[in-house]
């Protein structure tokens, strides 16, 4: 018997444009080209859950940072 796990519900997404410069996106495509990530997108999408986590923000949770329960 397996674990229950609730999906999260369908979140809207929004496209964002960003500028950076070619060592940053050589980086990127160096780690898509490695297999590390599917594509640019992934890459960039993880880096942006380490860097909330880092402050302490869930993007996908309840939770609000510096609050316990």
Do not use: C, H, N, Q
């Not at 160096?30 to 997108?41: A, F, Q």
């Amino acid at each position: 018997m397996g674990v229950e796990r609730k999906l999260p519900e369908k979140v809207e997404k929004i496209r964002v444009s960003v500028t950076m410069t070619k060592p940053y996106l050589d980086g990127l495509d160096y780690l898509v080209e490695e297999g590390i990530y599917l594509g640019r997108g992934d890459a960039i999408l993880e880096a942006i859950r380490f860097f909330l986590r880092g402050y302490g923000v869930e993007p996908f949770s309840t939770k609000v940072a510096g609050t316990e329960s």
